[in-house]
């Protein structure tokens, strides 16, 4: 009978241990050259936000440090005050363990998070930004030089209120954003939005390797081990 009890003990041990949280994230490194130990997935979706990808999430490319997520879902919540009719669409994050992250030139150390531009048709309807299979999941969108594709433009003023709550949800939480990363002729429309304030992280004023009109990345940061 002993044995019974020790036997079920063992299982409501390996159970609890299973449910407890995982390991406090850790990230090594450089966004660049780095890693993530204890790294989670942002929520595929929520009330006003989704992955950009179904097939992403099932891969598992949507591993980011658990302070990055604590800011990220704080962040749309806070939104959700602001912009009441808006679908907002995160891109890719990074590997549950980081490392190489192809395409991307960065993404490795669970601290860099895309988000698809919130659009609206000219007729200023909000629509979910139209990430699918045949448009490289969002990132083959090419927005002209005022910001639009087809019937669609960049919601400006949503991007604003967007990057104040991470800004926000980051001081709240302690951890900082070291830049964002977005198309610079785009810039100055997203100053001249009316939402726009200034905020404690600057946009990265040269042009990168790729084109960042279709999406913004967002480096936080988080002190790493070496
Ligand atoms: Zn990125």
Not at 24 to 46: M, N, Q, W, Y
Not at 59 to 70: A, G
Request: aromatic share 12%.
């Amino acid at each position: 009978m002993a044995e019974v009890w020790k036997f079920r003990l063992l299982v409501l041990a390996a159970l609890s241990l299973k449910s407890s949280p995982g390991p406090a994230s850790t990230c090594f490194g450089t966004p660049s050259k780095g890693r993530i130990e204890g790294a989670v997935p942002l929520p595929s979706d929520g009330p006003n936000f989704k992955a950009y990808s179904y097939m992403g999430v099932v891969l598992r490319r949507n591993y980011v440090h658990e302070k990055v997520r604590d800011v990220v879902v704080d962040a749309y919540a806070r939104l959700e005050k602001h912009v009441a009719d808006q679908m907002f669409v995160y891109g890719e994050t990074g590997w549950p363990k980081g490392g190489d992250f192809s395409p991307h030139k960065t993404h490795q150390n669970g601290l860099s998070v895309d988000f698809m531009v919130p659009v609206r048709t000219q007729q200023g309807k909000a629509v979910e930004f139209p990430a699918s299979v045949t448009n490289k999941f969002g990132y083959g969108l090419e927005f002209d030089a005022k910001g639009r594709w087809e019937d669609l433009e960049i919601d400006f003023n949503a991007m604003a209120l967007h990057l104040q709550a991470l800004d926000e949800a980051a001081q709240k939480s302690g951890i900082r954003i070291r830049h964002v990363i977005f198309e610079p002729s785009y810039q100055g429309m997203l100053r001249a939005a009316p939402a726009w304030k200034k905020l404690s992280f600057p946009l990265y004023p040269h042009k990168v390797w790729i084109k960042h009109d279709e999406h913004y990345h967002v480096e936080f940061q988080i002190a790493c081990k070496s």
